[in-house]
């Protein structure tokens, strides 16, 4: 597989494909009631978010903390309402311009033509290092947006 995308809304829509239903922009995609979560947070970032609203707070304090490049969609695994997707990213710490290189496993559900439950697995060791540190990832994700 391994295609290519330049925002997550795009891949998202390529690994969803007809399952999901025609929206004007990526936050439209999600259920208002959308879970996120991520089993392998580190220490002092979210693990769970509920509700559109916050995912939108989620995505703007992430904005001035990671640059996200290039996505590629390695392969995508429908089973029913659940998808599996493999994909991977290059980025970059914003403030510390390391490397942001992350490969994910995204466990996707829908409902509606929606994403309802969205669980993200992916090496925390990669933000740490590209945020600087686990301190500076604590305070940069804490400061950020507030």
Request: proline share 5%; charged share 20%.
């Amino acid at each position: 597989m391994a295609d290519k995308f330049d925002t997550f809304s795009d891949l998202l829509r390529a690994a969803l494909g007809s399952h999901l239903a025609p929206a004007d922009d990526m936050l439209d995609l999600f259920t208002d009631d959308i879970v996120f979560e991520f089993p392998f947070a580190p220490e002092g970032l979210p693990t769970r978010f509920e509700g559109r609203d916050a995912l939108t707070g989620h995505l703007a304090k992430l904005g001035p903390l990671l640059s996200l490049g290039e996505m590629e969609l390695h392969a995508v695994y429908p089973s029913g309402d659940t998808v599996i997707a493999e994909f991977s990213c290059k980025g970059r710490g914003v403030q510390t311009g390391l490397p942001y290189d992350q490969n994910y496993v995204s466990v996707i559900t829908l409902r509606d033509e929606r994403i309802a439950r969205y669980r993200d697995y992916w090496n925390p060791l990669v933000v740490l290092a590209a945020l600087g540190g686990a301190d500076a990832a604590n305070a940069a994700f804490s400061a950020a947006g507030s």
